[in-house]
């Protein structure tokens, strides 16, 4: 088992509604019929306060490219977390802060 993170910058937001935290999980997990399923949310000690989604997946090398489809496609609270969101794989005993610096999956050059 291992898991999916996605980091949401406020300022990339275009509705930084803290909403998010529930929303996002909740919709991928209905369009995976559960194959990936909420795993909570934390902040970052960044300077932009970021907030982290974690998801779990039996198979999240697998399921990532279905989570980016579904960022892709979806709007939730009027936001494209696709462009705006940084989504990393993360291992179950690794901090989440170093997985933003080592296994950066979308965007293709983000910067921790």
Not at 22 to 46: S, W
Not at 73 to 99: H, K, R, T
């Amino acid at each position: 088992m291992g898991g999916i993170a996605l980091k949401l910058v406020p300022g990339a937001l275009d509705n930084p509604d803290l909403d998010l935290r529930y929303v996002v999980p909740d919709r991928i997990a209905e369009l995976t019929h559960g194959r990936v399923t909420d795993n909570g949310y934390d902040y970052l000690d960044d300077a932009d306060n970021s907030m982290v989604l974690f998801m779990v997946a039996e198979r999240p090398v697998v399921e990532v490219a279905t989570v980016l489809e579904i960022l892709r496609i979806e709007l939730f609270s009027e936001n494209n977390l696709y462009e705006a969101g940084v989504v990393v794989l993360v291992c179950e005993d690794e901090d989440p802060a170093a997985a933003f610096d080592q296994f950066v999956v979308h965007p293709a050059q983000a910067s921790p």
